[in-house]
């Protein structure tokens, strides 16, 4: 089970961009993912008429590394660290190591 999945909103703790908000748009691979708004940059593009494509110079999220991004905790207005826990019933849940609240309900 992922710690951090596609759709959670998230804070960068990190980096130029820290404390920007913003949703988790893919899992590029185990360790990295693209947060919406943050870790932009500019890059120029070629145009290729065959696909529709227009050159110029455009702005692109890149992939952050998971220890730069803490899951947003609405308890406490900021980012928290995630747990895996098993519950009575046998479903694992993810929960914040701050307050121990159950992410998914």
């Known amino acids: 089970m992922r710690k ?8 960068v703790l990190a980096g130029r961009d820290r404390g920007k908000r913003g949703t988790v ?3 590029v691979d185990a360790e ?5 708004g943050a870790n932009k940059v500019k890059k120029h593009q070629r145009p290729n008429p065959m ?8 702005d692109r999220e890149m992939p952050l590394h998971v ?20 519950l009575e019933d046998g479903r ?8 121990g609240e159950v992410v998914d309900a």
């Open 51 to 58: 696909k529709g494509v227009t050159g110029g110079i455009i």
């Open 67 to 86: 220890s730069k991004i803490g899951l947003f905790n609405p308890g406490t207005k900021k980012g928290d660290r995630v747990g895996i826990r098993v």
């Open 32 to 36: 990295h993912v693209v947060v919406e």
């Open 92 to 99: 694992r849940v993810r929960y914040f190591k701050s307050n």
């Open 4 to 11: 951090i999945r596609k759709g959670d909103d998230v804070i």
């Open 25 to 27: 748009l893919r899992i």
